[in-house]
């Protein structure tokens, strides 16, 4: 075996060995399912006089992705965050500040080029609000300064249906809101794509996309294509008189 056959084997076999861990890398984004999850416990009570109640309420949220290959949770009580952080295989990630940039101005766009961005994002989070398949438990004790009020919303409830998995239990005596809910789904990556790509194919954003894809290239072009020469300066000044 001659050397030139040795470098196109050895070459032939780099790139197969990449193009399996693009693959490996496309399946493990496509079909590893995200889990997430948001928590909540609330302990506020009331007066029979006053509106407000008073008490605190906890928060969580988690995700999970490829089982313990991507990990992040957010945790804190009323508006103060107490706990925020994402592991990488089980080591913890430290975000960085993002730089300043300068504002461009940006040109008048048409009322169908912002319309479409708007109506796109709205159908997408739908979309993947639809394939997370979100599940809720809870258990809460509700009540409002009016008991007829309390009865009101237990007579709607007994009329449209409980939301399954919450157990609801009214208290005429006391106002507040306590208990806990817990809310969990999950999504392949493969769905979130799906949901991308329909947003994509909207005929508003498809043509806009394609001019500025067009422009970018002519741009490029012109920054790499040589400057053009200049004509040599003449040697003498002119003929003498």
């Known amino acids: 075996?001659?050397?030139?056959?040795?470098?196109?084997?050895?070459?032939?076999?780099?790139?197969?060995?990449?193009?399996?861990?693009?693959?490996?890398?496309?399946?493990?984004?496509?079909?590893?399912?995200?889990?997430?999850?948001?928590?909540?416990?609330?302990?506020?009570?009331?007066?029979?006089?006053?509106?407000?109640?008073?008490?605190t309420v906890r928060w969580a949220a988690?995700?999970?992705?490829?089982?313990?290959?991507?990990?992040?949770?957010?945790?804190?009580?009323?508006?103060?965050?107490?706990?925020?952080?994402?592991?990488?295989?089980?080591?913890?990630?430290?975000?960085?500040?993002?730089?300043?940039?300068?504002?461009?101005?940006?040109?008048?766009?048409?009322?169908?080029?912002?319309?479409?961005?708007?109506?796109?994002?709205?159908?997408?989070?739908?979309?993947v609000w639809k394939a997370l398949g979100v599940r809720l438990h809870g258990n809460l004790v509700y009540g409002f300064s009016d008991p007829v009020l309390t009865g009101t919303c237990e007579a709607v409830l007994a009329a449209t249906g409980r939301p399954r998995g919450v157990r609801l239990q009214p208290d005429f005596l006391d106002p507040g809101l306590n208990g806990w809910v817990r809310a969990d789904g999950r999504i392949f990556g493969f769905q979130v794509l799906a949901a991308a790509w329909a947003g994509l194919r909207n005929p508003v954003l498809r043509r806009h996309l394609k001019q500025r894809l067009k422009t970018r290239l002519q741009r490029s072009r012109r920054a790499g294509a040589p400057a053009p020469t200049r004509p040599e300066a003449a040697a003498g000044t002119g003929a003498s008189p």
């Open 1 to 55: 075996m001659t050397a030139l056959a040795i470098i196109a084997l050895a070459i032939g076999w780099a790139l197969a060995a990449v193009l399996a861990v693009v693959l490996v890398a496309l399946a493990a984004v496509s079909f590893l399912p995200l889990h997430v999850s948001a928590r909540t416990e609330t302990a506020l009570t009331g007066d029979l006089l006053e509106e407000n109640l008073t008490g």
């Open 62 to 127: 988690r995700f999970r992705w490829g089982w313990l290959l991507l990990m992040g949770q957010v945790a804190g009580e009323g508006r103060v965050i107490h706990l925020a952080e994402v592991r990488l295989l089980g080591f913890r990630l430290h975000g960085k500040p993002g730089r300043r940039r300068e504002r461009r101005s940006r040109p008048n766009l048409e009322c169908d080029l912002l319309r479409a961005p708007i109506r796109e994002a709205v159908r997408f989070a739908r979309r």
